[in-house]
């Protein structure tokens, strides 16, 4: 329970006449929206997005019905309260694995693996020769010395003209398309990837290659790669590579809201892509986020918040084909329109079930990972500040460019936000601290069609949420961070080939 502080004059009484005071200023203060995000607000936004999902074929996916729906309860609860509205249309190729990949190898030693349909992997089915590239750990390498397998046309052994084969390539350095491509170029005609083998990359993951691809692509985990890295050094190792998948032109849109009031040219935006994949209804990945960011839009306009800058909502189409909507909008602003976004914060993912509350390293000082547009480091700030103040414990996590920060990093903009675990696996360090399983999934249903309102743990999505709105509000308050060109990430390693 707040305490409620008692004025002198109320302590005198009503005999005590104060003066009548001047209009109060408008002050960063947060708290008042916090209080008005609650649980059930953000759960009738979850709830929303499973019924849609449930009468659309169980997704939301751009390039569906599913997300059409989703973009209108977003757009209509918007307008409602009062916001600017806008959508912005985009085309893109849509992508839908339709029925499950199949890895096996067929002799010497008869086995089915465990395997993913590389995202706009082709239909195919080959039988042929495995065939491993030349530079393939087994054991693994040491980041960030890892695999360079198929990174250079070199590393594979051209294709014999006369019998069908399939490449076998390492995860690491350089993502999977360029794998792919190379392998293709060398004549193959399938390829399989398999994960690198430290730990935190051993299990099969899904992948995508951004773009259709010229030859079927699966992956599968190290411990299958392996086996079948051994199988092939005879000389004889047959295997097989079958996907079906649904590839074709699509319509999808971003959509935006921003506050009436509020300086134009200096806007901070938050934003959380809108879209499920297309196997699963995904309200963790990412109807969490977008029922965070619409309740504290909608919140925020009822209670007429005021700041410094402008505040902006953004959610994002296409997302999990690779942060297309996120990089069409940055694509599409004047340097001038660009110039005037003080700071992007993203949302992905806040209600994982075996979460950790993850926080952007805005400079990279504490991950070893990329540093982010300078004013990065003051977003970390901001949110590791709010935290520390709700003795509510955070992990650092580096910028992996899973989700839609990546355009406005490369576009030099100041980058941050938080997310409660995707994929990876919580360690015993972390189980201490967060509680949960140790060795289990952060999000156990990722990229599944169990990613349903079960999925979401609504104590962390209030807690994010929370640092959401708190985030938001103070950043739009402070004075833009003077901004620096920012080069493109060429440099960073982009193996992980995963959206969010």
Known sequence: MRKTAISLTALLGAALIAPTPAAAEPRNDSQALRDAVTVDGLMRHTRAFQRIAETNGNSRASGTTGYDRSASYVSDLLTSAGLRVTQQEFTFTFYKEVTPAVVAQVSPTPRNYAAFTADYSPTGDVTGAIVPTNDILIPPGATPSSSSSGCEAADFIPASPSQRQIALVQRGTCDYRTKVINAAAAGYDAVIIFNEGQPGRQDAIPGTLSEPAAIPATLVSYASGAELYAAAQGGTAVGRVATTTEIRPATTRNVFAETV?????????????????????????????????????????????????????????????????????????????????????????????????????????????????????????????????????????????????????????????????????????????????????????????????????????????????????????????????????????????TDA
């Open 261 to 497: 009031g509020g300086n134009a040219n200096e806007v901070v935006i938050a934003g959380a892509h809108l879209d499920s994949v297309a196997k699963g209804p995904g309200v963790n990945d990412n109807g969490s986020g977008v029922a965070a960011l619409l309740e504290i839009a909608v919140q925020s306009a009822k209670l007429q918040t005021t700041t410094r800058q402008k505040m902006r909502f953004a959610f994002w189409g296409a997302e999990e084909f690779g942060s297309l909507g996120a990089q069409h909008y940055v694509d599409s602003l004047s340097s001038a329109q660009l110039a005037s976004i003080s700071a992007y914060l993203n949302f992905d993912m806040l209600g994982s079930a075996n979460f950790v509350r993850f926080l952007y390293d805005g400079d990279g000082s504490e991950t070893g990972g990329a540093a982010g547009p300078a004013g990065s480091a003051t977003i970390e700030t901001t949110f590791a500040n709010y935290f520390a103040a709700q003795r509510l414990p955070v992990k650092k996590t580096a910028f992996e460019f899973r989700s839609d920060y990546g355009p406005f990093f490369d576009a030099g903009v100041p980058v941050g936000g938080v997310h409660s675990g995707f994929d990876g696996l919580k360690t015993a360090e972390e189980a201490a601290i967060f509680g949960g399983t140790v060795g289990a999934q952060y999000d156990p249903c990722y990229h599944q069609a169990c990613d349903n309102l079960g999925n979401v743990n609504t104590t962390v999505l209030h807690q994010l949420a929370d640092a959401a709105a708190h985030s938001i509000v103070t950043l739009a308050w402070a004075a833009p961070v003077a901004r620096t060109p920012q080069p493109a990430r060429s440099s960073i390693d982009r193996s992980n080939g």
